[in-house]
């Protein structure tokens, strides 16, 4: 799987690892895993924690940044909007020309 995480002021959890590898299993299928994703997980001073997500998509950069006080959420969010941003370029690239 092309998924590179990066934990910042937080421990690494096999808790969190197998979370985040549950939830972009879709992503990886939508992409057949051709596209590498680098997952940026920061606890911030006022417990926040910041999910940033970047991709390289067909030589267009994709990025999304949540800032919530759940982790969890602040995951979801960030897959989500990626996935959306994955899909919305890939039917922009399968439009035919007229």
């Known amino acids: 799987m092309s998924l590179h995480l990066t934990f910042n002021n937080m421990r690494q959890s096999e808790a ?9 299993n ?5 992409t057949d895993n ?27 950069q994709l990025v999304s940044n949540v ?3 759940n982790l969890y959420k602040a995951l979801g969010k960030s897959i989500e909007s990626i996935k959306n941003q994955v899909l919305k370029k890939s039917h922009k690239l399968r439009k035919p020309v007229r």
């Open 16 to 24: 969190v690892l197998d979370h985040v590898h549950q939830m972009f």
């Open 67 to 69: 800032d919530d006080a």
């Open 34 to 60: 051709k596209y590498p994703f680098h997952v940026r997980l920061n606890k911030e001073e006022d417990e926040k924690y910041h999910v940033g997500i970047n991709c390289n998509f067909q030589s267009k």
């Open 26 to 30: 879709e992503l990886i299928k939508i």
